[in-house]
T-cell receptor
Framework: RKEVEQDPGPFNVPEGATVAFNCTYS??????FFWYRQDCRKEPKLLMSVYSSGNEDGRFTAQLNRASQYISLLIRDSKLSDSATYLC?????????FGAGTRLTVKP | GAVVSQHPSWVICKSGTSVKIECRSL??????MFWYRQFPKQSLMLMAT?????????EQGVEKDKFLINHASLTLSTLTVTSAHPEDSSFYIC??????????????FGPGTRLTVL
């Protein structure tokens, strides 16, 4: 079993749709969690951190469920510019792991 | 956020040559740096974790004698692809993590180096 697993995707959604990604992790010692966005042929860029209390940044909402060991990302009112690959990252103090990424394509 | 640079951004070399890629943290001290490789349409794959002043920790399946990593200072890590072959052609990305200061344990990524081996 992979340490970090994401929805396989790809997700193809129309503009304005709401889309949700999930990511599960196996290491219960994981301490911090992030969602990154990666555009084609570019490096990943931090989208948002994920806190136990959940956090929201505009159209993006991230949540963490430690008991079930998963994190989620919700994107509301999808824009064409949201098309990218979304990677979840799970860190322990000394180690970090990426999910394989979920490809999102938002279509007009 | 903090800035991480990589050099070169693009390199083309002949099979059998060695290529060195530099990763620098420009405005913070990176106690830990990570090297990734990404093939087209695939996920980032962690190659190794580099801690300043100590030997790198390589992921399973990554040849340490082929991918030499040196983290001699708190702002610089280098990856040398030795005797490169066409199958080593990939996008190499470094990231830096500063556990002692701002950003918590967020990773800051370099812009990547695209290596093409002819």
């Amino acid at each position: 079993r992979k340490e970090v697993e994401q929805d396989p995707g790809p997700f193809n959604v129309p503009e304005g749709a709401t889309v949700a990604f999930n990511c599960t992790y196996s290491n219960s010692a994981s301490q911090s969690f992030f969602w990154y966005r990666q555009d084609c042929r570019k490096e990943p860029k931090l989208l948002m951190s994920v806190y136990s209390s959940g956090n929201e940044d505009g159209r993006f909402t991230a949540q963490l469920n430690r008991a079930s060991q998963y994190i989620s990302l919700l994107i509301r009112d999808s824009k064409l510019s949201d098309s990218a690959t979304y990677l979840c990252v799970v860190n322990t103090l000394y180690d970090m792991r990426f999910g394989a990424g979920t490809r999102l394509t938002v279509k007009p | 956020g903090a800035v991480v640079s990589q050099h070169p951004s693009w390199v083309i070399c002949k099979s059998g040559t060695s290529v060195k890629i530099e990763c620098r943290s420009l405005d913070f001290q990176a106690t830990t740096m990570f090297w990734y490789r990404q093939f087209p349409k695939q996920s980032l794959m962690l190659m190794a974790t580099s801690n300043e002043g100590s030997k790198a920790t390589y992921e399973q399946g990554v040849e340490k004698d082929k991918f030499l990593i040196n983290h001699a200072s708190l702002t610089l890590s280098t990856l040398t692809v030795t005797s490169a072959h066409p199958e080593d052609s990939s996008f190499y990305i470094c990231s830096a993590r500063d556990l002692t200061g701002r950003g918590g344990d967020e990773q800051f990524f370099g812009p990547g180096t695209r290596l093409t081996v002819l």
